[in-house]
């Protein structure tokens, strides 16, 4: 019976283990999945290049997609977004226009625009199936 035990444990670990390993992964996965707002932040930051800091973003949102956002929803996804690895930030010369203050721009990291790929190859195959969106002689 102990040998029962004993086995019936042994299994029972790895069993836990194989759940937590399991459970680091979908968190892990978790952190490759962008909502729509990060998706255009992440975007805007890429397009903006050297000049993608919080209000050009906001700026531009709003020129380009009509859509407003508030600066403080912008710098948390920001923030987000650099936690998460798909940007890096660095802080830009101070000027007098922001009283001294130095502006935090933002870059694009090679696993950004690898999610930005991924994302645009993905929704041009969900594109691909609407019947409305295909253009005649083309896809």
């Known amino acids: ?18 759940l937590f390993i399991c459970l ?3 968190k892990d996965m978790a952190k ?19 000049d993608a800091y919080g209000a050009a973003i906001a700026e531009e949102m709003e020129t380009r997609v009509k859509r407003e956002a508030n600066l403080s929803a912008i710098h948390v996804t920001l923030y987000r977004l650099e936690d998460k690895g798909f940007i890096k930030s660095s802080l830009g010369g101070a000027t007098n226009e922001r009283g ?6 933002y ?14 190859e993905s929704r041009m195959e969900l594109w691909k199936l609407v019947p409305q969106l295909k253009i005649a002689g083309g896809n």
């Open 1 to 18: 019976m102990i040998g029962g035990r004993d086995s019936y444990f042994t299994s029972t670990c790895k069993s836990f283990n194989f």
């Open 24 to 26: 680091a992964k979908y």
């Open 32 to 50: 490759e999945y962008l909502g729509e707002f990060e998706e255009l932040i992440l975007t805007l930051v890429a397009a903006l290049q050297e």
């Open 100 to 105: 001294g203050r130095r502006k935090r721009i």
């Open 107 to 120: 870059t694009i990291t090679s696993a950004g625009m690898a999610m930005l790929k991924a994302m645009k």
